[in-house]
Protein backbone atom coordinates (compact mmCIF):
# COMPACT_ATOMS: atom_id res chain seq x y z
CA UNK A 1 0.00 0.00 0.00
CA UNK A 2 1.46 3.37 -1.01
CA UNK A 3 1.71 6.01 1.78
CA UNK A 4 -0.12 9.53 0.45
CA UNK A 5 1.64 12.48 1.65
CA UNK A 6 0.09 15.14 3.66
CA UNK A 7 -0.36 18.66 2.03
CA UNK A 8 -1.73 21.79 2.33
CA UNK A 9 -3.68 24.26 0.08
CA UNK A 10 -2.87 27.52 -1.06
CA UNK A 11 -5.42 29.57 1.62
CA UNK A 12 -3.36 27.19 4.62
CA UNK A 13 0.15 28.04 3.39
CA UNK A 14 -0.87 31.65 3.26
CA UNK A 15 -2.44 32.20 6.88
CA UNK A 16 0.68 30.41 8.01
CA UNK A 17 2.85 32.88 6.35
CA UNK A 18 0.51 35.76 7.46
CA UNK A 19 1.29 34.85 10.92
CA UNK A 20 5.10 35.88 11.06
CA UNK A 21 5.69 39.07 12.67
CA UNK A 22 8.54 39.97 10.64
CA UNK A 23 9.57 42.89 12.33
CA UNK A 24 11.27 40.41 15.32
CA UNK A 25 14.89 38.94 14.45
CA UNK A 26 13.70 35.24 14.71
CA UNK A 27 10.30 36.21 12.24
CA UNK A 28 12.47 37.25 10.12
CA UNK A 29 14.24 33.72 10.33
CA UNK A 30 11.37 31.75 10.50
CA UNK A 31 9.54 33.92 7.43
CA UNK A 32 12.66 32.97 5.27
CA UNK A 33 12.83 29.16 6.51
CA UNK A 34 9.03 28.98 6.04
CA UNK A 35 8.95 30.60 2.39
CA UNK A 36 12.08 28.52 1.20
CA UNK A 37 10.16 25.00 1.94
CA UNK A 38 6.67 26.57 1.07
CA UNK A 39 7.43 28.75 -2.31
CA UNK A 40 10.78 26.62 -3.87
CA UNK A 41 10.56 23.21 -1.81
CA UNK A 42 13.56 23.16 -0.44
CA UNK A 43 14.17 20.02 1.90
CA UNK A 44 14.92 21.32 5.71
CA UNK A 45 18.54 19.83 5.10
CA UNK A 46 19.13 22.02 2.62
CA UNK A 47 17.69 25.02 4.20
CA UNK A 48 19.99 24.34 7.26
CA UNK A 49 23.15 23.71 5.20
CA UNK A 50 22.38 26.87 2.71
CA UNK A 51 25.15 29.00 2.87
CA UNK A 52 25.73 32.50 1.49
CA UNK A 53 27.75 31.67 -1.67
CA UNK A 54 24.52 29.48 -2.86
CA UNK A 55 22.37 32.67 -3.82
CA UNK A 56 23.57 33.52 -7.39
CA UNK A 57 22.19 37.43 -7.17
CA UNK A 58 23.19 38.20 -10.42
CA UNK A 59 21.62 35.27 -12.14
CA UNK A 60 18.56 35.25 -9.81
CA UNK A 61 18.99 31.46 -8.96
CA UNK A 62 19.74 29.85 -5.87
CA UNK A 63 22.29 26.94 -6.78
CA UNK A 64 23.63 24.15 -4.37
CA UNK A 65 24.15 20.14 -4.45
CA UNK A 66 21.35 18.52 -2.61
CA UNK A 67 22.13 16.96 1.24
CA UNK A 68 19.85 14.01 -0.16
CA UNK A 69 20.50 12.91 -3.74
CA UNK A 70 24.00 14.94 -4.35
CA UNK A 71 22.43 15.76 -7.18
CA UNK A 72 22.82 20.08 -8.14
CA UNK A 73 19.82 22.15 -8.44
CA UNK A 74 19.18 25.63 -9.69
CA UNK A 75 16.29 26.60 -8.41
CA UNK A 76 14.61 30.65 -9.69
CA UNK A 77 14.76 33.11 -6.70
CA UNK A 78 11.87 35.60 -7.11
CA UNK A 79 11.84 38.92 -5.75
CA UNK A 80 9.95 38.11 -2.68
CA UNK A 81 12.59 35.90 -1.57
CA UNK A 82 15.43 37.61 -2.71
CA UNK A 83 14.15 40.50 -0.37
CA UNK A 84 13.46 38.40 2.91
CA UNK A 85 17.34 37.11 2.39
CA UNK A 86 18.33 40.36 2.23
CA UNK A 87 15.99 41.43 5.42
CA UNK A 88 16.95 38.36 6.91
CA UNK A 89 21.11 38.64 6.42
CA UNK A 90 20.72 42.89 7.49
CA UNK A 91 18.40 43.01 10.12
CA UNK A 92 17.62 39.48 11.78
CA UNK A 93 20.83 37.66 11.22
CA UNK A 94 22.99 37.01 15.03
CA UNK A 95 26.08 38.55 13.89
CA UNK A 96 29.06 36.19 12.94
CA UNK A 97 32.05 35.22 10.72
CA UNK A 98 30.12 31.71 9.24
CA UNK A 99 29.23 31.55 5.43
CA UNK A 100 25.78 29.42 6.27
CA UNK A 101 22.78 31.66 6.34
CA UNK A 102 21.02 30.28 9.20
CA UNK A 103 22.69 31.00 12.35
CA UNK A 104 21.69 30.22 15.90
CA UNK A 105 19.83 33.01 17.88
CA UNK A 106 21.55 32.28 20.87
CA UNK A 107 25.15 32.05 21.70
CA UNK A 108 26.74 30.73 20.67
CA UNK A 109 25.52 32.17 17.37
CA UNK A 110 27.05 29.03 14.95
CA UNK A 111 25.05 27.09 12.47
CA UNK A 112 22.06 25.09 13.23
CA UNK A 113 23.07 20.87 13.91
CA UNK A 114 21.89 17.90 12.26
CA UNK A 115 19.10 17.67 14.07
CA UNK A 116 15.75 18.90 12.53
CA UNK A 117 15.94 22.19 14.17
CA UNK A 118 13.14 24.11 12.06
CA UNK A 119 10.13 21.54 12.68
CA UNK A 120 9.15 23.44 15.52
CA UNK A 121 9.21 26.36 13.05
CA UNK A 122 6.08 25.35 10.98
CA UNK A 123 4.60 23.66 14.07
CA UNK A 124 4.38 27.28 15.64
CA UNK A 125 3.08 29.04 12.77
CA UNK A 126 0.05 26.11 12.16
CA UNK A 127 -0.78 26.76 15.43
CA UNK A 128 -0.87 30.16 15.46
CA UNK A 129 -2.84 30.35 12.23
CA UNK A 130 -5.22 27.28 13.36
CA UNK A 131 -4.17 25.37 10.85
CA UNK A 132 -5.59 21.98 11.49
CA UNK A 133 -2.67 19.25 11.30
CA UNK A 134 -4.55 16.75 13.49
CA UNK A 135 -4.63 13.81 10.46
CA UNK A 136 -1.67 15.72 8.89
CA UNK A 137 2.08 15.38 8.75
CA UNK A 138 3.26 19.03 9.37
CA UNK A 139 6.75 18.90 9.14
CA UNK A 140 8.63 21.19 6.63
CA UNK A 141 8.91 18.28 4.27
CA UNK A 142 4.86 18.25 4.06
CA UNK A 143 5.56 21.74 2.26
CA UNK A 144 7.33 20.39 -0.49
CA UNK A 145 4.34 17.63 -1.07
CA UNK A 146 1.80 20.74 -0.60
CA UNK A 147 3.86 22.60 -3.40
CA UNK A 148 3.81 19.60 -5.70
CA UNK A 149 0.17 19.41 -5.16
CA UNK A 150 -0.26 23.11 -5.78
CA UNK A 151 1.57 23.44 -8.83
CA UNK A 152 -0.30 20.21 -10.46
CA UNK A 153 -3.13 22.22 -9.13
CA UNK A 154 -2.55 25.12 -11.34
CA UNK A 155 -1.68 22.93 -14.27
CA UNK A 156 1.59 22.96 -14.05
CA UNK A 157 3.37 20.33 -16.46
CA UNK A 158 4.67 17.03 -14.47
CA UNK A 159 8.22 17.45 -15.68
CA UNK A 160 8.43 20.96 -14.33
CA UNK A 161 7.44 19.97 -11.08
CA UNK A 162 10.06 17.29 -11.33
CA UNK A 163 12.84 20.14 -12.34
CA UNK A 164 11.02 22.19 -8.93
CA UNK A 165 11.76 19.34 -6.87
CA UNK A 166 15.19 18.51 -7.96
CA UNK A 167 13.93 15.11 -8.40
CA UNK A 168 16.28 12.52 -10.25
CA UNK A 169 13.10 10.84 -12.10
CA UNK A 170 9.41 11.17 -12.59
CA UNK A 171 8.39 8.22 -10.31
CA UNK A 172 9.75 9.55 -6.86
CA UNK A 173 7.16 13.06 -8.13
CA UNK A 174 4.54 10.54 -8.70
CA UNK A 175 4.69 9.70 -4.83
CA UNK A 176 4.21 13.53 -4.19
CA UNK A 177 1.17 13.84 -6.98
CA UNK A 178 -0.51 10.99 -5.59
CA UNK A 179 -2.18 12.98 -2.79
CA UNK A 180 -4.10 14.63 -5.75
CA UNK A 181 -6.84 12.61 -6.31
CA UNK A 182 -9.67 14.77 -7.52
CA UNK A 183 -7.10 16.88 -10.35
CA UNK A 184 -6.07 13.35 -11.53
CA UNK A 185 -9.99 12.14 -11.50
CA UNK A 186 -11.00 15.39 -13.78
CA UNK A 187 -7.97 14.48 -16.34
CA UNK A 188 -8.95 10.88 -16.60
CA UNK A 189 -10.17 9.70 -19.71
CA UNK A 190 -13.37 7.91 -19.96
CA UNK A 191 -13.68 4.53 -21.00
CA UNK A 192 -16.66 3.28 -22.92
CA UNK A 193 -18.34 0.59 -21.11
CA UNK A 194 -19.18 -2.74 -23.78
CA UNK A 195 -21.31 -5.95 -23.11
Known amino acids: MERIPSYYNEDELKK?????NRDKDIGKRDYLILLLAIQLGIR?????????????????????????TGNPIQIPL?????????????NGRPKGESHYIF?????????????????????RY?????VSYS???????????????NLLKNNTPYPVITGIL???????????LSIDIEQLRSVAL????EE
Not at 16 to 20: A, E, Q
Open 135 to 149: DRKHGLHSMRHSLAS
Open 78 to 90: PDNIKYAIIDYIK
Open 190 to 193: EVAY
Open 166 to 176: GHENTSTTRLY
Open 103 to 123: LRHRAPFVPYGSTNVFHYVIT
Open 44 to 68: AGDIRLMKLEFIKWSKNTIEFIQQK
Open 126 to 130: MDEAM
Open 16 to 20: ILSHV
